[in-house]
């Protein structure tokens, strides 16, 4: 399996695009479904013209959920940035390219959507605009694709291009150390507490011990994709079934193999682009999905 953010500005076709992929709704809350607007963190999968299966994580673009946008984007390995045709490169376009920038993100295409609503000059005009500002960080050179979500026109092309991406991609360690960053958190009757996340490296296994905050759980089940399993191995969508007291589990936390990682509450900070005289005596470290308030 493989997993892909989706970034780019709010109104820009994200959530159009991943459906017309899918053929899922990313949209799982009715307020998101009533105002067509990404709130919480969607998902979504397909399985690729090569066998190989796609699953997707869909982030909010308004600029007020950019946190919300983060805990999506930050385990992931590639990012699929889309920028709409009609609109071209936008405020949110900048600081989502700027939040992957920073996290580090080397793999990604950009799907130019809305292509249906722009005559080809400006929509040419729109892609050479985003690649030359994606090239410009940590993606360098990036392949796009024009696409509509909503007449299917370069869909095919997409799917191409995204199967390229994912087999570019690096082979995660199998062996390593569990660190889940957890997204999602809910309960099943009778089953108890199950979280979520983007595994990126490592094995989960039914049976094992994991630490989240200062509690340690038995995983009780697995799932990807809606599918049991024994094991999921990196990169995967994983949804994690504890067994025992986790009353720090939680967006933000993370399922940890026992004693192999150490905690800190200091860190040390590198400032990158224009120089800052002014910071704020308050801020917010992102770290994988959490967000951790620091001074």
Not at 78 to 84: I, N, P, R, S
Not at 210 to 239: F, M, P
Not at 243 to 268: K, M, Y
């Amino acid at each position: 399996m493989h997993v892909v953010a989706t970034a780019g500005h709010v109104d820009h076709g994200k959530s159009t695009l991943v459906r017309a992929l899918t053929g899922m709704e990313p949209d799982r809350l009715e307020e998101e479904r009533r105002r067509g607007l990404t709130i919480e963190l969607g998902f979504a999968w397909t399985t690729l013209p090569g066998g190989d299966r796609l699953a997707f994580v869909d982030v909010p673009g308004h600029e007020r959920l950019v946190s919300t946008m983060l805990a999506g984007v930050g385990p992931v390995p590639a990012v699929m940035f889309v920028v709409a045709a009609d609109q071209g490169w936008q405020r949110q376009s900048e600081e989502h390219l700027a939040v992957l920038d920073a996290l580090g993100v080397r793999h990604g295409l950009l799907a130019v959507t809305r292509c249906d609503l722009a005559d080809p000059d400006l929509a040419d005009l729109a892609r050479e605009e985003a690649l030359a500002h994606i090239a410009a960080t940590s993606f360098g050179e990036v392949e796009s694709v024009m696409v509509s979500g909503t007449t299917g026109d370069g869909l095919d092309r997409l799917r191409a291009a995204l199967e390229r991406l994912t087999a570019s991609l690096p082979r995660p360690d199998a062996d390593a150390d569990v660190r889940l960053w957890i997204d999602r958190v809910f309960s099943v009757r009778g089953r108890g507490t199950v979280v979520t996340g983007t595994l990126g490296a490592g094995t989960v296994r039914v049976g094992d011990r994991l630490a989240v905050g200062g509690d340690v759980a038995r995983v009780r089940g697995l799932q990807s994709l809606k599918e049991d399993h024994d094991e999921v191995g990196a990169v995967a969508r994983v949804a994690v079934n504890l067994h025992g007291s986790v009353r720090a589990a939680g967006r933000g936390e993370a399922l940890l193999t026992p004693g192999r990682w150490l905690t800190a509450d200091v860190v040390d900070v590198r400032l990158r682009g224009e120089p800052a005289h002014d910071l704020p005596r308050e801020l917010t470290l992102h770290v994988g999905s959490a967000a951790v308030p620091v001074h």
